[in-house]
C-alpha cells in the first residue's frame, strides 16, 4: 500500500466501497484553490448583545475576508469568504471557526447550528436576483432582524 493509500486504509469494500472509484474522484479534484461563500449560525445561552456585537468587531479584525455579521443576545450569523480547494475543506474550516477564534476575539461559547457553503458564482447569482441580501459595506456588522436583541 502507498502512502497516498494511508488514509484510506480504514475503507473496507466489504463495506461496499469502491477504493478505485474514490481514487479516481481524488485525481479528478481541482489542485487550485477557490474561493466559498460561507455563511454560519451560531447560538446558545443569551448574553448581553453589545457584548456580543463587540465579539463581532474583533472577529472582523482577525478574519479578514468577513463580509458581514448579524447578532442578537443568543445567536449570531456571519458571512465571509474561504479560499479552499474543495467544499470538504471549506467546510472543515467554517466548523472550526467559531472555536478557533473564541477565545482571541471573545466570542460567546455558542456552537453552530447552521451553515451553508456556495461556490463565487452561486453566490453572485443569488446576489443579483435577491435585495435582501444586500451588504451595504463590508465587514459590517448589525442587529439581526427579527430577533429579539
Known amino acids: 500500500m502507498t502512502t497516498d493509500d494511508d488514509d ?3 475503507l473496507t469494500p466489504l463495506r461496499g466501497i469502491d477504493l478505485n472509484q474514490i481514487r479516481r474522484r481524488r485525481s479528478h479534484r481541482a489542485q487550485e484553490p477557490a474561493l466559498w461563500f460561507v455563511t454560519i449560525t451560531v447560538s446558545g445561552r443569551r448574553m448581553d448583545a453589545e457584548q ?3 465579539s463581532l468587531e474583533r472577529l472582523g479584525e482577525e478574519q479578514p475576508f468577513l463580509v458581514s455579521a448579524s447578532y442578537a443576545s443568543s445567536r449570531a450569523e456571519v458571512k ?3 479560499e479552499s ?3 470538504e475543506g471549506a467546510v472543515a474550516q467554517a466548523l472550526r ?3 478557533d477564534h473564541e ?3 471573545g466570542l460567546p461559547p455558542w456552537t453552530v447550528v447552521g451553515m451553508e457553503v ?6 453572485r447569482r443569488r446576489w443579483s436576483q435577491d435585495v435582501n441580501l444586500t451588504v451595504f459595506g463590508l465587514g459590517e456588522i448589525r442587529p ?5 436583541s
Open 144 to 148: 439581526m432582524e427579527g430577533v429579539e
Open 8 to 10: 484510506l486504509a480504514t
Open 52 to 54: 456580543v456585537r463587540q
Open 97 to 99: 471557526l467559531w472555536r
Open 85 to 87: 480547494v474543495d467544499i
Open 103 to 105: 477565545s482571541s476575539a
Open 118 to 123: 456556495v461556490d463565487r458564482d452561486t453566490a
Open 80 to 82: 465571509y469568504w474561504d
